[in-house]
């Protein structure tokens, strides 16, 4: 399975996502994702579904070490004992004794920055969590996270897709040497409907949501597409065997817009 790796920590490039799907069609997915090779899956408490999303990954048979499980902390949950306990809920959730990466879901206007990071390295040192890194964070958030962290911060988790501009926060993450991790990789399924992405697929014998992925893939960008249906998440898997060229790369980047708000 491709990865991208930064500070030492291998992000398989394509992961499961998770949001939305619940009770026994989210442990189905999420066992048959694994059986067709997917090896990384994405959850968060705000999900409920951390419990149908360990069940699909105890009944797939793919080995514990072999899989890449993320989930994330809700900011109501950022003071240090509360973020502490939300772990522990998660992995007791998942049935698992650790997660390999957990995330800050978004940015809390309430907790103090400095608390909510010294409980989450805490919490990886405790072995709670294999690696931590953020989600949602842009612009002096993003650096004020970095100087406040004593633990690798290995990824930020941000919307891209290609009707979004996110080159700011994408070289801001990189700059700490972070892994972007793209959420709503094919724009909530939006993609399938773009006209450009649909003509250049059909000359590769793809899909416009494959396109999709394979753009945000060639740019060494973690996507983490979800789906509800069987047959897509082989669709949605086949993203390895054909290249966009330089010429497709350029035309489906004009398609992007800024982020409706600029990064502070
Ligand atoms: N960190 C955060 O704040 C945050 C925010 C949003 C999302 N996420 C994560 O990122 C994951 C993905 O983002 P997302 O769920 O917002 O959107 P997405 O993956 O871009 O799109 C999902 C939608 O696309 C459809 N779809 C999937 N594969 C398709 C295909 N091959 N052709 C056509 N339609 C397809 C799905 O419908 P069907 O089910 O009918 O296939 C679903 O409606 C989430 O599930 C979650 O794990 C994180």
């Known amino acids: 399975m491709p990865a991208v790796t930064a500070q030492n920590t291998a992000i398989p490039a394509i992961g499961l996502g998770t949001w939305e799907l619940r009770g026994r069609l989210c442990a189905r997915i999420v066992e048959q994702s694994?059986?067709?090779?997917?090896?990384?899956?994405?959850?968060?408490?705000?999900?409920?579904?951390?419990?149908?999303?360990?069940?699909g990954l105890h009944a797939s048979g793919v080995r514990r070490e072999d899989v890449f499980v993320v989930t994330k902390v809700w900011p109501a949950h950022f003071s240090p004992p509360e973020l502490e306990r939300a772990a522990k809920d998660s992995l007791s959730r998942l049935r698992l004794s650790e997660v390999d990466l957990l995330l800050l879901h978004?940015?809390?206007?309430?907790?103090?920055?400095?608390?909510?990071?010294?409980a989450l390295c805490r919490v990886k040192r405790a072995?709670?969590?294999?690696?931590?890194?953020?989600?949602?964070f842009t612009g002096v958030i993003l650096d004020e996270a970095v100087?406040?962290?004593?633990?690798?911060?290995?990824?930020?988790q941000i919307e891209i897709h290609p009707f979004l501009?996110?080159?700011?926060?994408?070289k801001a993450s990189r700059a700490h040497g972070m892994t972007v991790v793209a959420y709503s990789p094919i724009a909530k399924g939006t993609a399938r409907n773009d006209a450009v992405l649909a003509r250049i697929g059909k000359a590769h014998g793809k899909t416009a949501a494959q396109v999709s992925l394979r753009f945000l893939?060639?740019?060494?960008?973690?996507?983490?597409?979800?789906?509800?249906?069987?047959?897509?998440?082989?669709?949605?898997?086949?993203?390895?065997?054909?290249?966009?060229?330089?010429?497709?790369?350029?035309?489906?980047?004009?398609l992007a817009?800024?982020?409706?708000?600029?990064?502070s």
């Open 106 to 118: 978004w940015p809390s206007t309430r907790i103090p920055l400095s608390e909510t990071i010294g």
């Open 34 to 55: 694994l059986r067709l090779g997917y090896r990384h899956i994405d959850t968060a408490e705000m999900y409920e579904n951390e419990r149908e999303v360990g069940e």
């Open 257 to 263: 817009q800024p982020p409706a708000v600029t990064p």
């Open 147 to 156: 100087k406040l962290s004593s633990e690798p911060l290995v990824c930020n």
């Open 165 to 170: 501009d996110q080159s700011v926060t994408i």
């Open 217 to 254: 893939l060639q740019q060494d960008l973690v996507v983490i597409p979800r789906t509800s249906k069987v047959e897509r998440l082989a669709e949605n898997f086949a993203i390895f065997d054909f290249e966009l060229s330089a010429q497709e790369m350029a035309e489906i980047g004009t």
């Open 127 to 136: 072995g709670l969590a294999r690696h931590i890194g953020v989600s949602n």
